[in-house]
């Protein structure tokens, strides 16, 4: 316990976890969201600016498998590099680098909301698991009312 706790009492305690919680109604369902203290905040960024290089390196095999497929066929627009597939001028690689990004900005914030069974955690949740569950514009919506819940806006924060 802090020394901020401590000065704040036991009424404090007792609604601590009410204070770092907010919610937000998507569809028809209240979702509960908790807000992360700012180690944390650092920790999910620092994950989603340096995505792992193996998962990088496993979504670029998925997206440039069917190109490596047909090198030799190469068409116009394509070209082959020593360790990337450029397509129109963008790079394979980069795109699954982005694409990792993604997933994990995904994962992490949905990781933020409060299971309703106590008993249930969703750290070990996959982006898998998220993806089997919600299609791609749920995902975004869920993400966009979760950074809402976490950030106010400027205007909330002055109350205009």
Sequence with gaps: MTKLASALGEKYQAKKLNIFTRTFELGGHTFKVRIP???ETDAIYEKINNPDPEQVENIYQLLAEPLLKFKEQASE????TENDVIVNGRS?????KNK?????RVTEFIKLLVP?????TLDDLTYAEIE??????????LIEKITEAISPTYKETRGN
């Design 37 to 39: 203290y700012v180690a």
């Design 77 to 80: 627009g394509v070209e082959f």
């Design 92 to 96: 394979m690689r980069e795109a699954a």
């Design 100 to 104: 990792a990004i993604t997933e994990i």
């Design 116 to 120: 309703e069974n106590p008993e249930m």
């Design 132 to 141: 089997s569950e919600f299609p791609w514009t749920v995902q975004i919506a």
